[in-house]
């Protein structure tokens, strides 16, 4: 579907109070964009979400092959900052969460996943790109699917059916006669429910961080006339503020992700009791 070029912008940059025009808010009209390529009706089109996706993942991966290409017993500045990332997610959430031995080999796809969801949260206060692309639900939702095609994955190779089974139910003997009604309820929760609140909970924060960005910032634009001035700078801090915030809430975002991954994974190798 392809959106009307004068919604991409986020308001009117003639519209301010006092001038006869209503606020500008923010709503579903300022996540949609225009095809940079392609023909959007026929669903085969490339746009700017595409565009900072495929920017972020070359980013992501020029920037640890130009710290590792050529490593050093003495790391230089770039592989010092490369190594502290990549030790702080493989230490403090594979190890922590999965065991070093069991969790070792899952440490490249979940280091993979927290910097590409990062990069990806970060488009939010990047001049000129200033769109989080994880606000798009078909983006976490992929993630969440990779995640949990594995879980699956694993849980039928560590267990078996039968073992499966059991995992994905919660079977415990001694909750007597309430046993099928909690099965019943896990396996709902396990099968169907995980898959989406994996997604959702990344895409809604990025979704409203970016609303509430855009909110604060058309309001500094929108008051800025005649006495709403005075309005207009303390919209223009909370913007500041609320940009400071996203900052914190976009690492915080990717660290969730990961770590729910690796709950997931040590889920599917633990042995059922």
Request: aromatic share 16%; net charge positive.
């Amino acid at each position: 579907m392809s959106a009307d070029p004068t919604q991409v912008l986020a308001f009117e940059t003639d519209c301010h109070i006092f001038n006869g025009c209503g606020f500008p808010a923010p709503g579903l009209h300022s996540f949609l964009f225009k095809p940079l390529w392609g023909d959007g009706d026929s669903n085969v089109y490339f746009n700017k979400t595409m565009l900072l996706a495929l920017l972020g993942s070359i980013i992501i991966v020029g920037f640890f092959w130009a710290a590792f290409r050529k490593p050093k017993v003495v790391p230089g500045k770039l592989q010092m900052v490369a190594e502290s990332g990549y030790d702080f997610i493989r230490r403090g959430v594979v190890y922590e969460t999965i065991g070093k031995k069991e969790g070792e080999k899952y440490v490249p796809l979940v280091v993979s996943l927290f910097f590409f969801i990062w990069m990806m949260n970060l488009w939010s206060i990047v001049p000129v790109a200033q769109f989080p692309v994880t606000s798009i639900i078909s983006y976490p939702l992929v993630l969440a699917l990779i995640v949990y095609v594995l879980w699956v994955s694993l849980t039928f190779k560590r267990h078996g059916f039968v073992g499966f089974f059991k995992n994905v139910t919660g079977y415990d003997k001694s909750l007597g006669a309430v046993l099928p009604l909690a099965m019943l309820i896990e396996f709902f929760s396990n099968l169907l429910v995980r898959p989406f609140t994996h997604a959702v909970r990344l895409f809604a924060n990025m979704f409203a961080g970016h609303t509430l960005l855009l909110l604060f910032t058309i309001a500094s634009w929108y008051l800025l006339n005649g006495i709403g001035i005075a309005y207009a700078g303390v919209s223009f801090i909370m913007t500041i503020v609320m940009t400071a915030f996203e900052l914190f809430i976009q690492a915080l975002q990717a660290y969730v992700f990961v770590l729910l991954t690796c709950t997931y994974i040590q889920g599917a190798l633990a042995e059922h009791h």
